[in-house]
């Protein structure tokens, strides 16, 4: 009878700390993800930020590029400074670096308000469309916390 209990309370403890675990895998101190919600023209875009280093990963499954950089936040203003685009195609990969003379849409710095667990995209795409209204959104200019 007792190692009927004792084996009862390892396998509640057991299930207890694997279940806590996988829960908090997605809301813990390492990372967090982010989906677009409001992408209606393509798949949706996901923002990975990871604690450790400040390293931020964008992927794009439409255009197939991962932007990587470093993230911080000011406030309540998440910013990233990206630092190179990789794709693999046809069992290679590119890389490319990014720098400031290199304009495009991956290789601009992005910033995005922080309200709970969604992120706006506040972005000024005017450095790379002359012209750009500000309150004209981009094609994916909020993101969803998964859980």
């Known amino acids: ?5 004792f084996k009862m309370i390892l396998i509640i403890t057991t299930i207890i700390v694997v279940c806590s675990c ?5 809301k813990n101190a390492f990372f967090r993800i ?7 023209a393509s798949d949706p875009t996901f923002i ?3 604690n450790l280093g400040r390293a931020f990963e964008i992927y794009s499954p439409t255009m197939r590029i991962t932007t990587v950089g470093m993230w911080e936040t000011r406030g309540d203003t998440l910013i990233f400074s990206p ?3 990789y794709t693999a195609e046809k069992g290679k990969l590119y890389i490319e670096n990014l720098n400031d003379s290199i304009k495009t849409v991956t290789s601009i ?3 995005y308000i922080i309200k709970g667990d969604m992120l706006f995209d506040i ?14 959104q981009p094609i994916s200019s909020q993101y969803k916390m998964m859980e």
């Open 22 to 26: 996988s829960v908090t895998h997605q």
């Open 123 to 136: 972005t000024n795409y005017d450095q790379i469309y002359p012209g750009f209204i500000g309150n004209e």
């Open 1 to 5: 009878m007792k190692n009927i209990f």
């Open 48 to 50: 990975t930020l990871k």
């Open 34 to 40: 982010y989906e677009s919600i409001d992408n209606g």
């Open 83 to 85: 630092s190179l685009d």
């Open 109 to 111: 710095s992005k910033q």
